[in-house]
């Protein structure tokens, strides 16, 4: 633990994130944990812990288990679905495969509202994902709530040990974020540790005694992310950072003043490359996405070597990898870092050692600390834009006319998007080169120009995505600026297909 807290132990629940996310908005440090790895974890600055939902039936062999030891510690402990029927298994209970699984909305009836129930009403929406369910509380626990399916939809031995057979952390658990509030604060008594003004100074002494006089080096992308994690460096080692940024000719139209601006702002060192004729001669006819992608990969990383290479030698590399990113995989559990899309492989290759400081953050807290940096919020919101940049959104070959189209609809449709209030509300919106010409009349005479997919979609994280229901006179002020503005553009066409089947980006 980087901090006092919530000790939050993943079973392989597809919420367990979640759950540390509920318990970071209540303004409390939550570390996510796999569950064999508790007592490397367990220490007194856990002021609670949280056992999360899991795919598994606490009654086969081999299901992942915590020893009851746990359960005798004296700390606050609430057992989430796999998770409470975990510990009803511990101390004694019964769990057995029930006949038809609940899944979806329930109501709750509350039987004993305190002290995890306090504040809220006696008949509650919850939401259920369970096949297994407790048939016996252990020895000494009470009824707390149930369900009509589930007779043992929350149970409890106060003052320590509080289970739910529901979800708290999905938002359709009405009062999910109270349960959650009546845990850490009243229950554990954990203070509120985590924000910006707490954890910052803290993560910045952190930095500087990981890199002590050591030099270290950062890529900027233009993103969020990597702009966080230099603004934060800068803070703990000054002018011993540098950051490179490359120029693809891959970016949006404003990429690199936005990166220029910023290294200004903050008085970084930044390295431009220009490399626009390097990346577009290397793409030269290639149609396949995947090729462009290991393309574009594989010119990053020699780029960034050879301006590396002269700038002398480094001792860490700076990564803005996120706490998502750093993904527990199935089965073992083991934590495997995703690497750097762009960069993967150089570190070890130039000997360098990770600095990745924001590993302990989700991407709304990444947001709120930029801010505390100092860094303008208007940068901090942009939309997320794919690594491989632009090359992903032109369907063929990408040329510099598509590309400078791109460029130009990609700017218009951002511009239009902010005039119109709707900007904030969208995950991602871009326009798509699709390849393919159509007729038009402009002016009176014939025009064979290009057709432009414009895709504009609502996400919580890529994961699903579903497309934004634009009003017919928004899309109508979309289409007549990107034909009037952009000559070459003949017709736009929107794209109305979610994610699944679709993905996000067209390739
Ligand atoms: P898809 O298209 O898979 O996109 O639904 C999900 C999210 O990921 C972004 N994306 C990428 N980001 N390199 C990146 O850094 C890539 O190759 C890449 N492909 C997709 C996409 O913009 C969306 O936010």
């Known amino acids: 633990m980087i901090a ?8 392989g629940g597809q919420y367990a994130h979640l759950i540390g996310r509920r318990v970071r908005e209540l303004g409390v440090y939550a570390e996510v944990v796999p569950y064999h790895r508790w007592h490397e974890a367990i220490n007194p600055d856990v002021k609670g812990v949280i056992l999360s939902g899991g795919p598994r039936s606490v009654y086969e062999d081999q299901a992942p288990k ?5 359960f005798q510690m004296g700390k606050p402990i609430l057992g989430i679905c796999y998770g409470a029927q975990l510990m009803a298994e511990a101390l004694g209970g019964r769990v057995e495969k029930g006949s038809a699984g609940e899944y979806g909305q329930a109501e709750l009836l509350v039987k004993q509202p305190y002290p995890l129930f306090a504040g809220t009403p006696s008949r509650q929406r919850v939401w259920m994902s369970h096949g297994d369910l407790v048939v016996a509380a252990p020895p000494g626990f009470e009824r707390a709530g149930s369900t ?27 009062y999910g974020k109270q349960i959650f509030a009546n845990f850490v604060l009243s229950i554990c008594k954990a203070n509120k540790n985590w924000t910006a003004e707490d954890y910052g100074p803290r993560l910045i002494a952190q930095i500087q005694e990981q890199v002590g006089s050591g030099r270290v080096l950062g890529a900027l992308s233009g993103g969020v992310d ?17 950051c490179i940024y490359v120029d693809t000719g891959l970016q949006r139209l404003d990429d690199l003043s936005h990166v220029e601006q910023l290294a200004e702002q903050l008085g970084l060192d930044l390295r431009i490359v220009q490399a626009q004729d390097r990346f577009l001669s290397a793409l030269s006819g290639i149609v396949d996405p995947e090729q ?7 010119t990053f990383i020699e780029t960034f070597e050879q301006a590396a290479g002269s700038l002398g030698a480094f001792d860490y590399f700076l990564q803005g990898t996120l706490y998502p990113d750093v993904v527990e995989s199935g089965g ?7 690497s750097h899309h762009n960069v993967g492989g150089l570190p070890e290759k130039m ?6 400081p924001l590993r302990w953050f989700y991407k709304d807290e990444v947001r709120e600390f930029g801010s505390w940096l100092g860094i303008d919020r208007e940068f901090l919101m942009r939309h997320p834009f794919p690594g491989p940049g632009l090359a992903v959104r032109i369907i063929g070959p990408v040329t510099e006319e598509a590309l400078s189209i791109e460029r130009r609809a990609h700017a218009l449709l951002d511009q239009i998007l902010m005039e119109e209030g709707v900007y904030y509300d969208v995950w991602q919106a871009f326009p798509v080169f699709t390849g393919i010409k159509s007729v038009a009349v402009k002016g009176d005479a014939r025009h064979y120009g290009w057709v432009l997919a414009v895709r504009i979609v609502q996400s919580q994280d890529a994961m699903t995505a579903d497309w934004y229901r634009a009003s017919p006179e928004l899309l109508e002020r979309i289409a007549s600026a990107l034909t009037a503005q952009i000559p070459e553009i003949s017709r736009v066409v929107y794209d109305i297909t979610t994610k699944p089947p679709a993905t996000i980006e067209w390739e």
Request: glycine share 6%; proline share 6%.
């Open 4 to 11: 006092e807290g919530i000790l939050v132990l993943d079973f």
């Open 66 to 70: 915590v020893p009851t030891e746990l």
């Open 148 to 174: 009509q399916n589930c007779p043992w939809a929350a149970f409890q031995k106060p003052p320590y040990l509080f289970a739910v057979q529901f979800h708290p952390e999905v938002v359709h658990s009405e």
């Open 226 to 242: 990597s702009a966080v994690a230099a603004a934060l460096t800068l803070r703990a080692v000054g002018s011993r950072l540098t």
């Open 292 to 298: 462009k992608r290991k393309i574009i990969g594989a």
């Open 332 to 338: 073992g559990l083991t934590a495997i870092i995703k």
């Open 351 to 356: 000997g360098w050692r990770l600095l990745e």
